[in-house]
């Protein structure tokens, strides 16, 4: 069967295009999809080991942001091929998803030959329910950990269950929760595993619009069909993925600029974990880049790279606030605060720079600021445009009553 649409992500994105989630929690959702659609059937060689493209997600945001509808919605378009693939959603133990996917081998037929493979997607619309002391948090993200890079079979021998032996993994990982419950709930020790260094996480504090009141047309329809119809063909790609030449120089350029010593940047574990694993991460983007491609044949192009330089950005700096200190957390919210309050005051979704760095300036200097600014964007807050800072309706619409209309008119 031959692929119908051009680019399956950038199909994504239009096709969610109503959605009320901000833009970033579709992407990534959209990647999450691809990468369990592609499993372990495309690698890329990097000697004593082979990098296959699949992700550990994490969306964090307050509820009502659309986390986990954006993300079920493509759990729903992946249910709805025909792939072979194991899907186990929320509340899970150590010794239960070692069983389910011990049990849950897949053969498909690769070349003329048959072969074993257990591709399997988690999914937690609310993490707390899959890293609780009931479910023994400190275990699972241990066993979440030795899955990630795993290229060959997993075996587990303990004395209660035994040996059990996952032949050839591929995890997808995809969860949702709030922004406080990682410092206030998940143990510290599950945080120094290496659980999160190996996570891609994106944060979202609003939406981007109200939810449609309309029902999709003939042609969302039509393209829905079509993005199943194309993960279906996806799920039968196979081989090993290069580099363009002109990629190639480039990776290999930023590659060699990479740190050496992780401890150096960062005083948080899990922002080194990230620091360290970001060449992996470059790659496995670029993988999905190409392969969302219908011209792809496998081939890694320079934009391909390009798309996955920024995308890794983005993560970057959200990791990095994973481990800020309760100071810092209390700087971002104040800033918060003070812009709406600005807003509110001057009747404007549109605020000079200086007026914002007069209001906190008692309490954080410009180069913070501007930390704080980068990841409000991240957040879809407020804009940096020039030297104006344009902040998002929903992030002070709540606050409005008898100067609704005037303000709507400002946006």
Same mark, same amino acid.
């Given at each position: 069967?031959?692929?119908?649409?051009?680019?399956?992500?950038?199909?994504?994105?239009?096709?969610?295009?109503?959605?009320?989630?901000?833009?970033?929690?579709?992407?990534?959702?959209?990647?999450?999809?691809?990468?369990?659609?592609?499993?372990?059937?495309?690698?890329?060689?990097?000697?004593?080991?082979?990098?296959?493209?699949?992700?550990?997600?994490?969306?964090?945001?307050?509820?009502?942001?659309?986390?986990?509808?954006?993300?079920?919605?493509?759990?729903?378009?992946?249910?709805?091929?025909?792939?072979?693939?194991?899907?186990?959603?929320?509340?899970?133990?150590?010794?239960?998803?070692?069983?389910?996917?011990?049990?849950?081998?897949?053969?498909?037929?690769?070349?003329?030959?048959?072969?074993?493979?257990?591709?399997?997607?988690?999914?937690?619309?609310?993490?707390?329910?899959?890293?609780?002391?009931?479910?023994?948090?400190?275990?699972?993200?241990?066993?979440?950990?030795?899955?990630?890079?795993?290229?060959?079979?997993?075996?587990?021998?303990?004395?209660?269950?035994?040996?059990?032996?996952?032949?050839?993994?591929?995890?997808?990982?995809?969860?949702?929760?709030?922004?406080?419950?990682?410092?206030?709930?998940?143990?510290?020790?599950?945080?120094?595993?290496?659980?999160?260094?190996?996570?891609?996480?994106?944060?979202?504090?609003?939406?981007?619009?109200?939810?449609?009141?309309?029902?999709?047309?003939?042609?969302?329809? @039509?393209?829905? %069909?079509? /993005?199943?119809? $194309? #993960?279906?063909? !996806?799920?039968?790609?196979?081989?090993?993925?290069?580099?363009? *030449?002109?990629?190639?120089?480039?990776?290999?350029?930023?590659?060699?600029?990479?740190?050496?010593?992780?401890?150096?940047?960062?005083?948080?574990?899990?922002?080194?974990?990230?620091?360290?694993?970001?060449?992996?991460?470059?790659?496995?983007?670029?993988?999905?880049?190409?392969?969302?491609?219908?011209?792809?044949?496998?081939?890694?192009?320079?934009?391909?790279?390009?798309?996955?330089?920024?995308?890794?950005?983005?993560?970057?700096?959200?990791?990095?606030?994973?481990?800020?200190?309760?100071?810092?957390?209390?700087?971002?919210?104040?800033?918060?605060?003070?812009?709406?309050?600005?807003? @509110?005051?001057? %009747?404007? /979704?549109?605020? $000079? #720079?200086?007026? !914002?760095?007069?209001?906190?300036?008692?309490?954080?200097?410009? *180069?913070?600021?501007?930390?704080?600014?980068?990841?409000?964007?991240?957040?879809?807050?407020?804009?940096?445009?020039?030297?104006?800072?344009?902040?998002?309706?929903?992030?002070?619409?709540?606050?409005?009553?008898?100067?609704?209309?005037?303000?709507?008119?400002?946006?």
């Amino acid at each position: 069967m031959d692929r119908q649409l051009n680019n399956w992500l950038k199909s994504y994105i239009y096709f969610t295009r109503f959605h009320e989630a901000q833009e970033q929690f579709h992407k990534w959702t959209a990647l999450t999809v691809l990468s369990s659609a592609v499993n372990r059937n495309c690698w890329m060689d990097a000697g004593y080991f082979k990098v296959f493209p699949n992700l550990y997600v994490l969306f964090i945001g307050p509820s009502g942001v659309g986390k986990s509808s954006s993300s079920g919605l493509g759990i729903e378009l992946l249910q709805s091929t025909s792939l072979k693939l194991n899907i186990y959603k929320d509340s899970i133990t150590s010794a239960a998803l070692l069983k389910f996917m011990s049990e849950s081998p897949i053969q498909m037929e690769i070349e003329g030959k048959r072969e074993l493979k257990t591709p399997t997607l988690l999914y937690a619309s609310e993490l707390g329910n899959l890293l609780s002391l009931r479910t023994g948090a400190e275990e699972l993200t241990l066993l979440l950990t030795e899955l990630f890079n795993k290229t060959g079979d997993h075996e587990d021998r303990t004395n209660s269950r035994g040996n059990i032996k996952i032949v050839k993994p591929c995890l997808n990982f995809h969860g949702c929760c709030f922004p406080g419950w990682i410092d206030e709930r998940l143990p510290s020790i599950s945080l120094r595993s290496g659980f999160f260094g190996r996570m891609l996480t994106i944060r979202a504090s609003s939406k981007r619009h109200h939810a449609p009141t309309t029902i999709l047309g003939e042609n969302d329809l @039509i393209l829905r %069909d079509q /993005l199943i119809a $194309d #993960l279906e063909v !996806v799920g039968a790609l196979y081989g090993e993925m290069v580099w363009e *030449k002109e990629a190639k120089v480039v990776w290999q350029k930023w590659y060699n600029s990479q740190p050496l010593d992780f401890e150096a940047l960062s005083d948080h574990i899990e922002v080194e974990g990230f620091i360290a694993r970001k060449p992996q991460f470059v790659q496995r983007l670029a993988m999905l880049s190409s392969i969302s491609r219908k011209d792809s044949d496998l081939i890694i192009t320079i934009k391909d790279l390009e798309f996955a330089l920024i995308m890794i950005k983005e993560c970057e700096i959200v990791a990095k606030s994973l481990g800020v200190q309760t100071q810092d957390s209390r700087g971002m919210e104040a800033l918060k605060r003070s812009i709406r309050k600005l807003c @509110i005051t001057k %009747d404007t /979704l549109e605020i $000079d #720079l200086r007026d !914002v760095m007069m209001r906190v300036s008692k309490h954080m200097n410009k *180069k913070k600021l501007m930390e704080y600014i980068e990841q409000l964007h991240l957040e879809g807050f407020a804009s940096l445009v020039g030297r104006k800072l344009r902040v998002s309706l929903d992030t002070v619409e709540h606050l409005i009553v008898k100067n609704s209309n005037k303000l709507e008119g400002s946006k």
